[in-house]
């Protein structure tokens, strides 16, 4: 049902985020009828535009979205009427947020009216404007009108600079306010394995150390670091993907069962989780960086040619840790995660390996494809689940093959068009946190990587090859090959 009345106030109205994502996200919730009659987007930035020019360069780029595989969106889509009632809901606010006027301006303009306060902006940005919206008053709430407060990643840069800032936000906003973004738990596939897991007997009695020898988690990526470079330089792969992305991929597949959906009850098992989670050490990381090479047919540069990056950048860009979760469910089974840019292939999945069968009945149990049983949630590109087991190879010997049984999400079900954003932004208007991020979890996840974070830049990373698979000395831990389809 549609959403309650509310503003969207968006800081970084002239960003990249908002064109690409908020607005083509919010169009999507128009189209479907999911944003209330007295809906309102308030973009805020320090460009000298107009609503009306504000506006039409939003519809321009929606219009001319190329809609690759992994953004879904196609310019012929285009609901003219959708596209319609939505800008009738955008206005534009030009303001500076280091200048109080900003926020008294942008008081007035509210009122009393609900609003939500999204910062797409860059992380230096976060603390002065939360320091802005709590002095003038803007997070109080009153009965009738809820204030939000939705912060995008990096979250911190480190354990100390994390807590410090939940700590400004605390100040001035209630935990229940806190809209914490982390954009994988938008994702469908992300959200699905909750169903998988505990609306299922059939996965969940195996789903512990007693069955699985290895998790692997993997979130690989073909591109390199493009234009971003300024962003990357100073961040790494490390804290781009890991204590966010990869965590709440871990979190999602190693969780214990929650007692309710609400979504206090779904972020303290993903809590609990982390805090049993060993820190990593030197040992439990390897690092790289891409030196050129091809993807896909095209020459690409090494990272240390592209623009914004140093010639001698110890920067990395593929990051595979060993993670160690120390509880009763998962002791002695290692979580394998890698990511990495300009790697052999575009793949985000998670790989549960299961033990081999407690005896050896058949002479041939471990030769079929040389492979444990396997379970693979993928998550990008394509939703779906496949499971590999062995099965008796028709025919007179008693001889086993490796079977694999493959259930298709996009296949089996219709779904609207989806950017990504669509279930976040909703989810906000509608107050429901349980895909957003608690303070507590953030600061768990970064008290794991902390010990390692700068590792990288004193040990210099691992070279590798753009469009391979990572560094070698990561190769040896039993991935699951991302150049080759997983039936070969
Ligand atoms: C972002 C990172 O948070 O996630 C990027 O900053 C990365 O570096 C991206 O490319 C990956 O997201 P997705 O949804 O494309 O897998």
New binding site residues.
Partial sequence: SAAPPATIVIFGAAGDLTKRLLIPSLYNLSESHLLGEDFAVLGVDIADTSTEAWRDGLGETLRSFTGDA?AEFHPDRIDAEAWDRLAGCLSYMKGDVTDPACFEALRDQLGDRSAIFYLAVGAHFFAPIVDGLGKAGLLEETEGAFRRLVIE??FGHDLASAQALNARILKVAREEQVFRID??MG?EPVQSLLAMRFANRLFEPIWRAEHVERVEIT?A?T?G?GS?GR??EP?GALR??VP??MMQLLCMAAMDAPSSLDADAIRGEKTRLLAAVAPLGPDDVVFGQYEAGEIEGNAVPGYREEADVAPDSRTETFVAARFRIHNWRWAGTPFLIRTG?CLAARR?EIVVHLKPAPFRLFPDMEAPAGSSDRITLS??PGHGIEIAFDVKRPGPDMELAKAATEFSFDEAFAHNPNV?YEALLYDCLTGDATLFQRADTIEAAWRIVDPVLDHAKNAAPLPYDAGSEGPEAAADWGWTPLGKTHDE
């Fill in positions: 992994d990643k990096p954009h994988f994702k979130a990526e591109i670091v971003r962003f990357y961040t781009d993907m966010n992305h840019k985000t998550v990008d990504g």
